[in-house]
């Protein structure tokens, strides 16, 4: 691609430093409020998965982190496609080819998380309902996330705001906003309602079908394709270490249950910063190629973002306390995590950073493996961090 001049973030530190608090800390923060919407029925519902689906604890963080990546991934590609003039309105063909390729490439990994925990777990009848579920909500939120990743990169393009500061962590927060009530209240549905249930499913497989022939593929959505699909299966098997750890702690995190309502906030949040870094990084590479980098406003973007990590930290804690009392159990200050918090951020900042940058050295397309990478090491970082805490929290 050839190196083109771009106006996204050629304005001063002060500039930056509102726009990150003024447009990305409101996102962030809107995040939380929609991570502890799927915290909090996890958190409710943690006892009964782990008794009788520990099959989806250990696919859970896979498919959170799963349906992130791929949107998220959809997300920076339809910032350059905006920037080049590609996309102009959500109804566009581009847009509708690009949620069936990401809907499609998403079903190798989904196979393999299956797989997976299966193997750890042994197969019964109740792995072939949950690879239902799975199947049906991979479906339903496929359709949600694909058009809400387009409207909420092209209006603020439209508004004037840069996409990539808050478009991955939006799309990242709402798919898990969606992803544990809908696997929640999919297993309630099928046990109350089995025969509809299968007609669901069904339906959502064909309506799936009749987007795949609505979309217009060339050779460059194939290219995509493909890395994508390459690189979320490998990321796939590296969830499968997530998964494991906390299925294997589940025991101990119950024993403090706020981990539980904080745990998909916490993995999350991280990866929203890194997938920001990352986003950011990815669009000024495939804009204007590695001389972007050594640009100050670069720098400034980086710094600002850094200096939302310890907020971001506290609201995290104290949102998790409303919430945790809410659903009947105690809830506190978590100093540990409060002090250690931004560190964790500032490490996977970095990551995303150089993700993109090695990436976009060895000719592959930062837009389609630097978010999905990061948000993956965010997983198995955050999932380590946890169970950290639960340690500190409970002992053993």
């Not at 995040?31 to 799927?38: H, P």
């Not at 306390?321 to 809830?331: A, K, Q, S």
């Amino acid at each position: 691609m050839l190196p083109v001049e771009i106006t996204v973030g050629t304005r001063g530190w002060r500039e930056r430093l509102k726009q990150t608090f003024l447009i990305t800390f409101p996102a962030l923060l809107l995040c939380l409020a929609l991570d502890f919407v799927g915290g909090g029925v996890l958190g409710k519902n943690f006892e009964m998965i782990s008794k009788s689906y520990p099959l989806l604890l250990v696919i859970l963080p896979g498919l959170s982190d799963l349906r992130g990546n791929v949107f998220g991934a959809m997300a920076s590609r339809m910032t350059t496609a905006l920037h080049l003039g590609k996309v102009r309105r959500i109804l566009d063909r581009e847009v509708t080819t690009n949620i069936s390729m990401a809907i499609g490439s998403s079903k190798i990994p989904l196979i393999v998380l299956w797989i997976a925990g299966v193997l750890k777990l042994g197969f019964s009848y109740s792995t072939l309902i949950v690879l239902l579920i799975v199947i049906a909500s991979a479906l339903v939120i496929g359709f949600l996330l694909g058009y809400s990743t387009a409207f909420i990169t092209i209006f603020p393009y439209r508004w004037g705001a840069d996409p990539d500061m808050i478009a991955a962590p939006l799309i990242t927060s709402v798919a898990d906003v969606i992803t544990i009530p809908t696997l929640v209240y999919l297993i309630f549905f099928y046990e109350d309602y089995p025969l509809l249930f299968y007609i669901f499913t069904a339906i959502m497989l064909v309506l799936f079908i009749v987007m795949l022939m609505k979309s217009n593929y060339n050779k460059e959505h194939l290219k995509a394709f493909k890395e994508v699909a390459a690189v979320l299966t490998i990321l796939g098997i590296v969830e499968i270490f997530s998964g494991s750890t906390l299925e294997s702690y589940s025991g101990l995190i119950s024993k403090a249950i706020i981990l539980s309502v904080m745990y998909p906030s916490i993995l999350d949040s991280v990866g929203n910063f890194a997938s920001i870094a990352a986003a950011t990084t990815s669009t000024r590479l495939n804009l204007s190629g590695s001389d972007a980098l050594k640009n100050r406003e670069f720098y400034f973007d980086v710094g600002a973002l850094i200096l939302l990590t310890p907020l971001i930290g506290l609201f995290t804690n104290y949102i998790a306390i409303h919430v945790t009392r809410f659903i009947g159990y105690h809830g506190s200050l978590i100093w540990p995590f409060i002090l250690s918090y931004p560190f964790l951020v500032l490490a996977n900042i970095a990551i995303g950073v150089l993700v993109a940058y090695i990436s976009h050295r060895f000719d592959i397309d930062p837009d389609n493996v630097a978010i999905p990478t990061v948000t993956t090491i965010s997983d198995v970082m955050g999932t380590l961090f946890v169970v950290f805490l639960a340690k500190v929290m409970v002992g053993g």
